[in-house]
């Protein structure tokens, strides 16, 4: 099957949160939504104001000052050139790797992921983003990518299953801050597999389906099954 890029991201696993159900969701969740993982770099923080946030973001990734100086200078480069897309969005697997490779090659508990709509799902997806009326020059990363119509890198890939997420203003929300995992258990057969992700598209859109119910309560997004990729270090 073919997947569409939506982009290519370095993100930190998290301990699961007390909310989440301990009985469906494995100890270490993996997910695209920025309330649950860490990314990076963190852009809010390099384009911040704040010396004080810059200077602790530079503590917990146990770099020096001089270093993080060169983050922010590599990250406005790569900006200014379209290679990079806000908030956090590498363009190729090259670029995330030559990050890695310059600033956090002495950190070992990240993992770099892309991830990707099949074409039927982008054209939901740009439709969707179409209604809400965005000017092309407000346009964030993934919906540049999307656009496009670049298809996902899967070169030194595995593919580590699917994540039911709703884009807003540049990020997502995820079914698990929801609590949906309880809902789809409640009414269908919800399993993860060994990488804590839904196993396959077919449950992934069935998931979906559910999701985008209006009267369910969740965000007011358009939920959609994105395809996970893991990429070789």
Same mark, same amino acid.
């Given at each position: 099957m073919n997947f569409?890029?939506?982009? %290519? %991201? *370095? *993100?930190? +696993?998290?301990?699961? +949160?007390? %909310?989440?159900? !301990?009985?469906? *969701? +494995?100890?270490t969740v993996l997910s695209v939504s920025e309330c649950i993982c860490d990314f990076h770099p963190e852009t809010t923080v390099l384009w911040s104001s704040s010396n004080e946030e810059k200077r602790i973001y530079a503590e917990q990734l146990n770099i020096s000052q001089d270093t993080y100086v060169e983050i922010e200078k590599? *990250?406005?480069? !790569? /900006?200014?050139?379209?290679?990079?897309? /806000?908030?956090?969005?590498?363009?190729t697997i090259e670029l995330a790797r030559e990050f890695l490779s310059k600033f956090l090659s002495h950190l070992s508990d990240y993992k770099i992921i892309g991830i990707g709509l099949t074409e039927e799902r982008v054209e939901e997806f740009i439709e969707y983003e179409e209604s809400l009326n965005k000017q092309e020059e407000n346009l964030y990363g993934i919906e540049k990518l999307l656009i496009n119509r670049i298809p996902i890198e899967e070169k030194d890939s595995k593919i580590m299953g699917y994540e039911v997420l709703g884009f807003e203003s540049g990020t997502f929300h995820? %079914?698990?801050? $929801?609590?949906?995992? !309880?809902?789809? $258990?409640?009414?269908f057969k919800f399993t993860l597999n060994q990488n804590g992700l839904i196993p396959s598209l077919e449950e992934a859109n069935r998931y979906?389906?559910?999701? $985008?119910?209006?009267?369910?309560?969740?965000?007011?997004v358009l939920w959609l099954p994105w395809a996970i990729f893991e990429y070789s270090k």
């Open positions: 569409i890029l939506g982009g %290519y %991201y *370095i *993100i930190t +696993p998290a301990v699961r +949160p007390d %909310y989440m159900d !301990k009985q469906l *969701i +494995p100890d590599w *990250i406005e480069d !790569k /900006f200014e050139a379209g290679i990079f897309g /806000f908030p956090q969005v590498f363009s995820s %079914y698990l801050c $929801n609590g949906l995992e !309880k809902d789809f $258990n409640k009414h979906c389906d559910y999701s $985008n119910d209006d009267d369910l309560g969740t965000e007011p």
